[in-house]
């Protein structure tokens, strides 16, 4: 398969056939799910609401109470609570009625757009004020499935069939017309970065000019006023540039490399060496969390932290209990111990156990204050594990009980042990690693990894965490994500779950994520097409002449789908101390043309090899593949009508 950019020569009927396939498409969901029946829609709408209603931007904490009656009156008449287990009061007059999670602090862009239509309906009842914001996000769809038309199109000859098969996808793809159709700000980044990967295709392919490099500005500029999700096309855009300044200039390789030791220098200077392996740091102490101490009851190496002063409430050290650990630990005694001391002695708190239950809710063993010493002194509590316990976590904080704390605080041979053992000894283990012995002439088992700190690893430097958390607030410590991969014996039910939500919510899982596509495990089936589509991109990419791909493109397109999609995977990292959340694909699908571009190519080179062994003509696959997607859609709207419509 040549891929190379030719003149545009595909048919004119095939563009505008796609796009109101499109305007059809975003109808019909739009249609298809009642009101208020996507990821937090409620919210999004309010804030639409506010503007359309107010002609500017909203408060922080502004509410309208009575459009908040009338939203939730609507919300009971269309079944939002059915399965709940409760129905709000409509007749409380003292403070505004709950809808959820407000969305008021999220960038501007989508609900300036969204409140267009709605000035004209605010007159109407609030129903037809959320499909007349639903009519912006379909605009926004189809501006989304132009932009891939478009992207595909620089990169690949006139007769490709890439050029109809991705839009083609987007079209008929459920999860992401579902989404698109949504009141949700999610549709503006999407959108966005659609429009940013078209510009920057555009403007690597056929060279900077003024047209090209505003069109590239402009999409990123509408991507930072959208959501953080589209935020990366602001470094990709300078990526971008740089590819298409260097595009078939023979100090390009150079440049590669110049920007390969740029890349390790950053990198070199945003992480360092010395924290406790297999353990969180929160603490933003600049040294690391593993301190060489020959005073160390066990092995060569302690935990230390810098001591905070009383007030202070901030995790500085954690780690989570495997789930094979908890599951034999929930609804039983444990006890908690661990050798401490300090340079500066006086109160300090003892680590705690906290329990995140099933319904979200957590709850923490009581804090025990501790008189510590410059020696090492060993503590031990009983505790008891919740038997509804999601999740269990060992936390630590260096706290004294004075205000003008200063100095280290140092623990060694943390344990965590089924059962109640003598807490006036402390137990002696078989090696440094505290992982098996006796305590109190009990066998013990210590369920806490590396507990005496004799393995170090690497950390992220408080100031990289700092920036993060400023630019993008929703994603809190930077540092999470990496602790988690390297901890994968705590963390590998998130990313497994992960794995199986983004699949689901990829190819289609409706309404806040608990309508699931009719049939006998349907995403078994789908997880297969999707490894087979990766899989045969790979053999044609790799198989492929030099000069068959526009590389500088192809740079963008996969350096943006991994950085989309790895951020998208780790999101929810930063929740596992407060509650198991499960990120779905609507945070990748910004980067869903160089997505479905790489499936698409696989499916391409796969169906071109079928039909080449069954001598099938070339448009047969063609025609196939037209009717599997129409099947796939027409799956989707049979679950969705069974479920809400029957």
């Not at 498409?25 to 009101?35: E, F, V």
């Not at 429009?195 to 555009?202: D, K, N, V």
């Not at 353990?279 to 060569?300: C, F, H, I, N, V």
């Not at 030099?546 to 930063?574: F, H």
């Amino acid at each position: 398969m040549q891929i190379e950019r030719e003149t545009f020569s595909v048919p004119r009927w095939l563009l505008p056939i796609i796009l109101v396939a499109a305007l059809i498409q975003g109808a019909l969901y739009t249609w298809l799910m009642p009101p208020w029946q996507h990821y937090d829609e409620p919210g999004h709408f309010e804030y639409v609401w506010l503007v359309a209603r107010h002609n500017r931007l909203p408060q922080a904490g502004e509410v309208d109470a009575e459009m908040r009656r009338a939203m939730v009156a609507s919300m009971i008449g269309h079944g939002f609570y059915d399965g709940l287990g409760y129905l709000p009061d409509l007749t409380v007059q003292d403070e505004p009625l709950s809808i959820g999670w407000t969305q008021l602090d999220e960038p501007p862009l989508y609900y300036l757009l969204a409140s267009l239509p709605v000035r004209l309906v605010l007159t109407q009842n609030i129903d037809v004020q959320l499909y007349a914001a639903r009519l912006a996000s379909i605009l926004l769809y189809v501006i989304s499935i132009l932009a891939a038309y478009g992207a595909v199109s620089e990169v690949v000859s006139a007769p490709n069939p890439l050029r109809w098969l991705v839009p083609i996808t987007l079209v008929f793809l459920p999860g992401y017309a579902d989404l698109m159709t949504a009141v949700n700000n999610d549709v503006a980044a999407i959108a966005g970065f659609s429009l940013f990967i078209w510009a920057g295709t555009r403007v690597i392919c056929r060279g900077l000019s003024l047209l090209n490099g505003l069109g590239l500005v402009l999409a990123a500029t509408f991507c930072g006023l959208s959501k953080e999700t589209a935020y990366l096309a602001v470094p990709l855009g300078v990526l971008a540039l740089v590819l298409a300044i260097s595009r078939g200039k023979k100090w390009q390789v150079g440049l590669w490399g110049l920007g390969a030791v740029a890349v390790l220098a950053a990198v070199i200077a945003a992480m360092g060496w010395g924290d406790a392996a297999k353990w969180y740091r929160g603490t933003d102490q600049p040294s690391g969390t593993q301190a060489l101490r020959s005073d160390a009851p066990l092995g060569k190496h302690a935990f230390g932290l810098d001591v905070l002063p009383s007030t202070a409430s901030f995790v500085q050290l954690a780690q989570l209990v495997s789930p094979d650990d908890l599951a034999d630990l929930q609804g039983k005694p444990v006890t908690l111990g661990a050798w401490m001391w300090a340079d500066v002695p006086g109160q300090y708190t003892f680590p705690v156990l906290r329990a995140t239950h099933q319904d979200q809710s957590i709850s923490q063993m009581e804090q025990h204050a501790v008189s510590l010493s410059s020696e090492p002194t060993f503590y031990a509590f009983a505790a008891s594990v919740p038997a509804d316990t999601a999740l269990l976590q060992v936390i630590v904080i260096a706290r004294s009980g004075e205000d003008d704390a200063q100095g280290s605080l140092y623990l060694d041979g943390l344990v965590l042990a089924e059962g109640e053992y003598a807490t006036s000894e402390a137990p002696a283990w078989e090696s440094d690693s505290a992982v098996t012995g006796s305590w109190g002439g009990a066998a013990v088992v210590n369920v806490l990894r590396n507990a005496s700190a004799e393995r170090a690893g690497p950390y992220v430097r408080p100031w990289v965490d700092r920036l993060s958390a400023r630019v993008m607030p929703d994603q809190g410590r930077a540092s999470m994500g990496l602790y988690s991969l390297l901890d994968l014996d705590g963390t590998d039910w998130y990313y497994r779950s992960t794995a199986q939500t983004m699949l689901r919510t990829f190819w289609g899982l409706f309404g806040w994520g608990h309508v699931a596509l009719l049939g006998s495990k349907p995403y078994r089936v789908l997880a297969a097409v999707t490894i087979a589509g990766a899989l045969g991109a790979l053999f044609i990419f790799f198989k492929s002449k030099p000069r068959t791909w526009q590389w500088n493109a192809m740079i963008l397109w996969v350096v943006s789908l991994g950085l989309v999609w790895g951020v998208a995977v780790l999101r929810g990292t930063v929740y596992l101390f407060h509650w198991p959340f499960i990120p779905g694909a609507r945070y990748a699908y910004p980067a869903i043309i160089p997505t479905i571009g790489m499936l698409c190519l696989g499916w391409v080179s796969i169906l071109n090899l079928l039909a080449g062994w069954l001598k099938v003509p070339p448009k047969a696959w063609a025609i196939l593949y037209v009717v599997m997607l129409l099947t796939l859609n027409g799956l989707a709207i049979a679950s969705i009508l069974g479920y809400y419509h029957s």
